[in-house]
């Protein structure tokens, strides 16, 4: 197998799995690192992508990246359904849980989840419905 060298890696995507979309790579060649290319990125997506596939992220965060992600949905969603706090909820929980992780916690958060799924599951068939 041909090992690439560091120092012959020319731009960020370089350093990229070879299963990276098209958009991805060609971003990621406008950069000399990928610490570069991680500073400048605006998709989420694209960095909870790679993160999963070439950084050690622990479980802690995770919940933090979830629950960062979340807020930025939460207007959108209670915008469009302004009499449903189970999402809100889920997200106060989680953010909880990282401030005190008790077992408490822990189970707090795993309900307010759980009712928030089923939150984006009457969201799924409302909108399957329509």
Not at 39 to 46: E, F, I, Q, V
Not at 52 to 64: A, C, G, I, L, P
Not at 93 to 113: G, H, M, Q, V
Request: net charge positive; glycine share 2%.
């Amino acid at each position: 197998m041909n090992a690439v060298k560091a120092t012959d890696r020319k731009t960020a995507a370089d350093h990229l799995p070879s299963t990276a979309c098209a958009e991805g790579v060609a971003f990621a060649k406008t950069f000399k690192t990928i610490a570069e290319a991680w500073s400048a990125c605006n998709r989420g997506d694209w960095l909870i992508w790679y993160a999963r596939r070439k950084m050690d992220v622990t479980k802690e965060q995770w919940v933090r990246i979830a629950v960062a992600c979340a807020e930025h949905a939460l207007p959108i969603y209670e915008k469009r359904y302004p009499g449903d706090n189970r999402p809100r909820a889920a997200v106060e929980a989680a953010r909880e849980f990282l401030k005190s992780p008790t077992e408490e916690n822990r189970r707090a958060a795993d309900a307010a989840a759980a009712a928030d799924a089923s939150a984006a599951d009457a969201s799924a068939a409302a909108a399957a419905a329509a």
